[in-house]
């Protein structure tokens, strides 16, 4: 068993093909949670799964298809990256409870309840009021709960986040989310949902995608670093982790897509469908380093740098994709 | 063109068959508004169109789809009943605005914007809380206008209903509950929603359920045709009608359905999934003549009772079925 400290992301969604894949082995990710679905629904995510399978394939010497953290272990002894399925919201359960189950069977290992919309679990951070979790979305977290899916609330509303925090038998994550104290924007989290999250034991992935940032594609890496340190200080340093939020290599098209998915005809008076420039100091997935780097001169210690890096994401894995919480 | 007043039922769901056909013509039931989705999603829903259409070629003598009011009076010159499809759910939609026009297009006249629970558009009935319309539902209800598809929030919570009575540009329907005043249940209406109901145009069917009436099964005639009286003075004589919410035939694991869905496993601390005992006054599609007498009795006109029976159905189906709002 490798007893190195991982390097995990704890989501993005590239343009896969080969050619990232060997980013991330240059970049030493041991492991990553991919986007699988937007608002893909049943039948068209699992088109998508088998575009990954076919992925896996076809990179057998890059890639595993990881949805433990036994496999994380597993290729980090083949030198490979662990590639963990995730939702961003659930419209793949096409309403159905029974689709939980199936869909962790098939390797997803993180569901959103919301993307930007609300669910009909939950009220997604765009909705200008925010009920809470609702009654199926109660179902819905006790059976990810029990068969070990991963709560992420990302892109939920403030009050559901809260409210599946308390309804989780098993701690949740944020896994791309940046603090409201360092960029106000819908996406990013209060105070309050911090401290909830970290005395829960959750994780907090730290987002590298511009709009969750300080002055946006132009935010330095040390700024970046001193929200880090400024957030272990208000979670703990179990609870902080990277989330990069990578999107390579789409077009706009694909923004345009997360967006308005099929629920409007095209984007309203917000900011036209388009990609910021990526940052300099993180463009790809051979640029971890920079961060960690960055994060030892703020003054974080070896280990403490290393937890944020992937340790924590571990930790919180090693128990929340276990079955039967 | 026939110019006597026409009854109408607002919805009802029953068990269909030929005698339930037989029926509606010996109870003169010139049309009714069926329900053909509780959960379904897009392709179940298909197949319940189907099945319809097999009912309409096997009792062609009895029936025929309506779309418009035109198509109702062909019906009752015809002797046939017109049949108008309806969603108590906007899960046939598959969260894609899209399908607001396919379903208009194969004559679905009406959409519950939720059922019971949270729905991607608005908040139903059962929810804790009620954020309202959502920014999905913003788009569905315009669609809906601009189709002829008519907006039905008899299920949904207060706030919701209110919001969709504000957003919509054409008035809608509250095809079948009874107001808050008579019995006090989750499903019934505040005195706000029967006003500003009545102020944008709408109607509201009152329901034949034992579960929304004072007394249950037990509720006399007269006791209806009072509360029949009291909402046409709240609301005016034009906005009152019947939505019988009739379920004729049923065994008990289709209530459980309808409650239960897909969402959850079983019921939970509600009443057991049983059908109340029907009215003694009110069991099936012979028994229209029933309430007319009871609301003349109770003083009602002829032109006031028959308004209430179908008139104004007639007059709302008239404007909110055809394209262009």
């Known amino acids: ?19 990232i894949f060997a980013q991330m ?25 088998a575009a990954w399978n076919r992925r896996f394939q076809d990179n057998a010497d890059l890639l ?21 399925f995730g939702f961003q919201n659930c419209s793949p359960l ?3 409870l029974g689709m939980v189950q199936i869909f962790r069977g098939l390797g997803v290992c993180f569901m959103q309840l919301t993307y ?73 989290k209060s105070d309050t949902v911090l401290k909830e999250l970290a005395q829960s034991g959750g994780v907090l992935g730290l987002s590298l995608y511009p709009h969750h940032l300080k002055s946006g594609s132009e935010c ?5 670093c001193a929200m880090a340190e400024r957030t272990v200080e208000i979670m703990g340093e179990k609870h902080v982790a990277i ?11 694909v923004v345009a897509w997360m967006r308005d998915g099929k629920w409007r005809r095209k984007s309203g008076g917000e900011a036209e469908a388009r990609w910021p420039p990526p940052l300099p100091w993180f463009a790809g997935n051979e640029d971890f380093g920079n961060i960690k780097a960055g994060l030892r001169r703020r003054g974080f210690t070896e280990a403490q740098a290393a937890a944020v890096m992937g340790g924590n994401w571990m930790n919180f894995l090693e128990h929340s994709l276990a079955p039967g919480g």
Chains 1, 2 share one sequence.
């Open 243 to 253: 989330g990069s939020d990578l999107c390579q290599g789409h077009g706009d098209e």
């Open 220 to 224: 330095s890496l040390e700024s970046f």
């Open 64 to 84: 595993l298809h990881a949805d433990s953290a036994a496999a994380i272990r597993r290729a980090m002894a083949g030198d490979k990256t662990a590639i963990l």
């Open 1 to 19: 068993m490798a007893r190195r400290a991982p390097l995990i992301d704890g989501l993005q969604f590239c343009r896969y093909r080969r050619e």
């Open 94 to 96: 096409d309403d159905d």
């Open 116 to 188: 930007n919309n609300q669910s009909v679990l939950a009220a997604g951070c765009y909705e200008k009021h925010d009920a809470g979790v609702t009654r199926f979305g109660r179902e819905v977290i006790r059976e990810m709960n029990r068969v070990g899916m991963v709560v992420d609330m990302s892109h939920s509303a403030e009050r559901s986040t809260l409210d599946a925090i308390e309804i989780s038998r098993r701690p949740i994550a944020v896994t791309h989310a940046n603090p409201e104290f360092f960029h106000r924007a819908p996406r990013n």
């Open 25 to 49: 082995r240059r970049g030493k990710v041991d492991a990553a949670h991919v986007t699988i679905a937007y608002h893909e629904n049943r039948i068209e995510t699992l088109g998508n799964i």
